[in-house]
């Protein structure tokens, strides 16, 4: 189901951020004011009593608001025409006072391998992000990105490599989503922010996109059932530990110290391990929720039997889970995927020091496997 429409790129006059010197500036705004300013509400975006509000300023009853609400985020609608049991004044008076943010499919790739699929979306603007569709035993997960590129500036991934071109809204997050799920005609059953961009950057709208993906009149996941990974962005792990949101927290650790981390990571230039490691022991105390890590393979850089014991050290006593990741390489970075022995070797370390661990399974290998990947090769890059 290879679905290929004209290519677009976006032109010229996006504002991008590189990673400075000294590493990324998480605590700058984040290019997100282009479309967040606009005259007329994101009505995807609304949390069901900003829709209410919406819907009773434009002289329309409660129950409205509550049959939209179920277009937006039950029945994921494409188009006001689709909404039928709304009459078409109001769903005129609605095209005019509001947008509705819908994903374009630009391409569609389906792994021979496992089926996986991996999507290229278009946004409003033109724009273009990905997003990946797995099937695993346990369901149906759905990678979706958070920002156009990414600016944390981490060495091996293809995401950051053009900086941050802007942030996505919560429509858009849930639009890559709710598009899939329509595509596919699959059940969604967990959701995993591991796609393009660094979530905490764009914190107001994860926090926005988590209470509308939960909405029982709406999708209604499992808070449970999503995953959200940072690079280690301090504040906003702090800050996230209090919003009873439970999701599975990932930390992209990588390296088992600041120096080493900083090689791979511009933003351990910001925060040590003595910061962020905490952190995460925070969410873990406060939700309950056990923390995953992640540690990306490098082959002679982080992988030796020294790095899995240093690595247990680290971890020790902590209830949380490693995920290790060999190193998908990207061909403008010269990083080598660690040798199977040596994955495994590192992983039985890991168990024999008490930590549970896991490889991750390579999901679509055959077509554009890493973060960012399929998005370069379609602009031509
Ligand atoms: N910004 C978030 C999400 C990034 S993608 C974060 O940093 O956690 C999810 C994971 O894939 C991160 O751990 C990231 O470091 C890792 N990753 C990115 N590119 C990779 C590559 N080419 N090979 C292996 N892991 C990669």
Redo the contacts with the bound molecule.
């Keep these: 189901m290879t679905a290929e429409y004209e290519r677009k790129v976006p032109e010229n006059g996006q504002r991008i951020l590189q990673p400075g010197a000294d590493g990324p500036k998480p605590e700058g705004k984040a290019p997100d004011e282009e479309t967040s300013e606009r005259e007329v509400p994101d009505l995807r975006s609304l949390s069901r009593e900003e829709l209410l509000h919406f819907v009773l300023s434009l002289g329309e009853k409660k129950y409205r608001a509550e049959q939209l609400f179920s277009w937006l985020h039950e029945k994921q609608a494409e188009s006001f025409e689709e909404m039928t049991n709304l009459p078409q004044a109001f769903r005129k008076l609605l095209a005019e006072k509001s947008r509705l943010v819908t994903l374009k499919a630009a391409q569609v790739l389906t792994s021979q391998i496992d089926g996986t699929k991996k999507f290229l979306f278009e946004l409003p603007d033109g724009n273009v992000i990905e997003s990946v569709w797995m099937q695993y035993e346990h369901g149906n997960s759905v990678c979706i990105s958070?920002q156009v590129g990414?600016r944390?500036g981490?060495r091996?991934?293809?995401?950051t490599l053009d900086g941050c071109v802007r942030s996505l809204l919560p429509s858009e997050m849930l639009e890559q989503v709710y598009r899939i799920r329509k595509i596919t005609g699959e059940r969604v059953s967990n959701i995993v922010?591991?796609?393009?961009?660094?979530?905490?950057?764009n914190y107001d709208n994860l926090i926005r996109f988590l209470h509308l993906i939960t909405e029982e009149k709406g999708m209604n996941l499992s808070i449970r059932n999503i995953t959200v990974?940072?690079?280690?962005l301090v504040p906003q792990i702090r800050r996230f530990t209090e919003e009873n949101l439970p999701v599975t927290l990932?930390?992209?650790?990588?390296a088992t110290s600041d120096e080493k981390r900083r090689e791979l990571?511009p933003?351990a230039n910001r925060y040590s391990l003595s910061e962020v490691l905490p952190a995460c022991d925070a969410y873990f105390e406060k939700t309950g929720r056990r923390v995953s890590y992640?540690y990306?393979l490098?082959s002679g850089v982080n992988d030796s039997p020294e790095e899995a014991e240093k690595l247990a050290k680290l971890l020790k006593g902590k209830n949380c889970h490693v995920?290790l990741?060999?190193?998908?390489?990207?061909k403008e970075?010269n990083?080598r995927r660690s040798e199977r022995s040596q994955i495994l070797e590192f992983k039985n370390l890991l168990e024999k020091y008490g930590i549970n661990a896991t490889i991750r399974r390579e999901m679509g290998r055959d077509i554009n496997g890493?973060?960012?990947?399929l998005r370069r090769s379609y602009m031509g890059k």
């Design positions: 958070s990414c944390m981490c091996f991934c293809a995401s922010i591991m796609g393009s961009g660094e979530p905490f950057d990974s940072t690079c280690g990932a930390l992209s650790l990588h990571m933003i992640e990306s490098v995920n990741i060999p190193v998908n390489p990207v970075r990083f890493a973060c960012g990947q």
